[in-house]
C-alpha cells in the first residue's frame, strides 16, 4: 500500500487535486468534505489530507510514502525526503522586503537589525551565508504588518503577484528564495515501493503534455515534403491517406502530430501557406515517452 500525502486546503489544494485527475488517478472527496482520508481509482494507493507545512514531516517519518508540496515547506523544515518531481505550480518567492521608505538598500545593510518571518530557518540560512547578523523574529502570519508597528525592520515573507507587499507599503530588495511544489518521497519507502515511480512517471506525462499539443491536418499529396518539413513532432508525423468520395479530387492525406504548445501559432500559419487545410489543434492529456 503507497500513502500519499496532499493538502488538505489551501491554494495548493484544488491544483493538486486536479493534477491527480489529469494523471487518471481522480481522488475521491476533498477538502470541503473535510475528511482526513481517501481513496484513488488504485486499490493500492491510498491519500492523507494533511496541511501543507506538515506534508515535509509526514513524509520524512513514513507517516505517508509519498508527498506533494511546496519546496519553502520542505527546506524549512530540512526534512530528509527525497525531491522526486518538480510540479512546477505554486510559485513563489520569499523576499527580503522593507518599508518603501526605509534607507535599507539590501541586506547588507540590515547587520544587527531585526527581521520577521514565517520562515526562521530559510531567513537565518540566508544571512548566515551572506555573514550577516540579523535578530529573526518569527511571526505565524500577517507579517507585512510587523515593520509598520515596531516589531521588526525588514521581514521575509512570500511574494507571488506583489500585490500584497505593494498595499502594505513594502518594497522588495532581494529574493530569500524561490519556491515551486515538487513531489517528495520518503527514502525508505522509495528503495521498497516501486510503484513510487509509477506515481511520478504518471504526474510527469501530465507535465510533459500541458507543453503540447496534438495537431491534424489535410494535406495534399503536394504538399507533404512541405508540411513534413514544418513538424517536428516526437517520432516524425503519422501520414494516413484520406478516401476521396469522388475520383475526380485531388488526393488528400491525414497528418498527425505532436507540436510544442509555443511553436502552434507560428507552425499552423506556415502550413496554411503550403497547403494544408482542416487544420485541428487539440490538448492532449498525458505523455509517456
Ligand atoms: N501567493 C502565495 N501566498 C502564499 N503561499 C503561496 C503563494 N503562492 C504559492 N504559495 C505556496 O503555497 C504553500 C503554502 O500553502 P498553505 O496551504 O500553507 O498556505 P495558504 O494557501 O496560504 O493557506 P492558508 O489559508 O492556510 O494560509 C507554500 O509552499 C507557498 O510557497
Ligand atoms: O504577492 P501576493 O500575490 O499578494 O501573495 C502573497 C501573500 O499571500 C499570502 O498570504 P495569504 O493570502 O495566504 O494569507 P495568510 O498570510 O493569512 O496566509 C502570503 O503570506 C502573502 O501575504
Ligand atoms: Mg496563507
Given at each position: 500500500?503507497?500513502?500519499?500525502?496532499?493538502?488538505?486546503?489551501?491554494?495548493?489544494?484544488?491544483?493538486t487535486?486536479?493534477?491527480?485527475k489529469?494523471?487518471?488517478?481522480?481522488?475521491?472527496?476533498?477538502?470541503?468534505?473535510?475528511?482526513?482520508?481517501?481513496?484513488t481509482?488504485?486499490?493500492?494507493?491510498?491519500?492523507?489530507?494533511?496541511?501543507?507545512?506538515?506534508?515535509?514531516?509526514?513524509?520524512?517519518?513514513?507517516?505517508?510514502?509519498?508527498?506533494?508540496?511546496?519546496m519553502?515547506?520542505?527546506?524549512?523544515?530540512?526534512?530528509?525526503?527525497?525531491?522526486?518531481?518538480?510540479?512546477?505550480?505554486?510559485?513563489?518567492?520569499?523576499?527580503?522586503?522593507?518599508?518603501?521608505?526605509?534607507?535599507?538598500?539590501?541586506?547588507?545593510?540590515?547587520?544587527?537589525?531585526?527581521?520577521?518571518?514565517?520562515?526562521?530557518?530559510?531567513?537565518?540560512?540566508?544571512?548566515?551565508?551572506?555573514?550577516?547578523?540579523?535578530e529573526?523574529?518569527?511571526?505565524?502570519?500577517?507579517?507585512?504588518?510587523?515593520?509598520h508597528?515596531?516589531?521588526?525592520?525588514?521581514?521575509?515573507?512570500i511574494?507571488?503577484?506583489?500585490?500584497?507587499?505593494?498595499?502594505?507599503?513594502?518594497?522588495?530588495?532581494?529574493?530569500?528564495?524561490?519556491?515551486?511544489?515538487?513531489?517528495?518521497?520518503?527514502?525508505?519507502?522509495?528503495?521498497?515501493?516501486?510503484?513510487?515511480?509509477?506515481?511520478?512517471?504518471?504526474?510527469?506525462?501530465?507535465?510533459?503534455?500541458?507543453?503540447?499539443?496534438?495537431?491534424?491536418?489535410?494535406?495534399?499529396?503536394?504538399?507533404?515534403?512541405?508540411?513534413?518539413?514544418?513538424?517536428?513532432?516526437?517520432?516524425?508525423?503519422?501520414?494516413?491517406?484520406?478516401?476521396?468520395?469522388?475520383?475526380?479530387?485531388?488526393?488528400?492525406?491525414?497528418?498527425?502530430?505532436?507540436?510544442?504548445?509555443?511553436?502552434i501559432?507560428?507552425?499552423?500559419?506556415?502550413?496554411?501557406?503550403?497547403?494544408?487545410?482542416?487544420?485541428?489543434?487539440?490538448?492532449?492529456?498525458?505523455?509517456?515517452?
Amino acid at each position: 500500500m503507497i500513502r500519499i500525502a496532499i493538502p488538505n486546503k489551501g491554494r495548493l489544494h484544488e491544483p493538486t487535486m486536479s493534477l491527480f485527475k489529469d494523471a487518471g488517478l481522480p481522488i475521491s472527496g476533498g477538502a470541503e468534505s473535510r475528511i482526513l482520508f481517501a481513496k484513488t481509482t488504485d486499490p493500492d494507493i491510498h491519500i492523507l489530507f494533511a496541511r501543507a507545512a506538515d506534508i515535509p514531516e509526514y513524509v520524512q517519518d513514513g507517516a505517508a510514502d509519498v508527498g506533494i508540496t511546496g519546496m519553502d515547506l520542505i527546506t524549512e523544515r530540512g526534512a530528509e525526503v527525497e525531491a522526486l518531481l518538480d510540479l512546477k505550480f505554486g510559485r513563489a518567492s520569499l523576499v527580503l522586503a522593507v518599508p518603501e521608505d526605509s534607507v535599507f538598500q539590501s541586506a547588507r545593510d540590515l547587520e544587527g537589525k531585526k527581521v520577521a518571518t514565517e520562515f526562521p530557518e530559510i531567513t537565518r540560512q540566508y544571512f548566515k551565508s551572506l555573514g550577516i547578523n540579523v535578530e529573526v523574529i518569527t511571526v505565524s502570519g500577517a507579517c507585512e504588518m510587523t515593520p509598520h508597528v515596531g516589531i521588526a525592520d525588514a521581514i521575509v515573507d512570500i511574494s507571488s503577484s506583489g500585490t500584497t507587499l505593494l498595499i502594505n507599503h513594502l518594497k522588495a530588495i532581494d529574493t530569500v528564495f524561490s519556491s515551486t511544489v515538487h513531489l517528495i518521497a520518503n527514502k525508505k519507502s522509495l528503495r521498497e515501493k516501486e510503484k513510487i515511480l509509477d506515481i511520478k512517471t504518471a504526474l510527469e506525462s501530465v507535465l510533459n503534455a500541458k507543453k503540447k499539443r496534438y495537431l491534424m491536418m489535410n494535406v495534399p499529396e503536394a504538399s507533404l515534403q512541405a508540411v513534413k518539413e514544418l513538424l517536428p513532432g516526437m517520432s516524425g508525423p503519422t501520414v494516413m491517406k484520406v478516401e476521396s468520395s469522388r475520383s475526380s479530387e485531388e488526393s488528400f492525406l491525414a497528418v498527425h502530430s505532436v507540436v510544442d504548445a509555443d511553436l502552434i501559432f507560428t507552425i499552423v500559419n506556415k502550413l496554411k501557406n503550403v497547403g494544408a487545410r482542416d487544420i485541428l489543434v487539440v490538448p492532449i492529456e498525458r505523455i509517456m515517452p
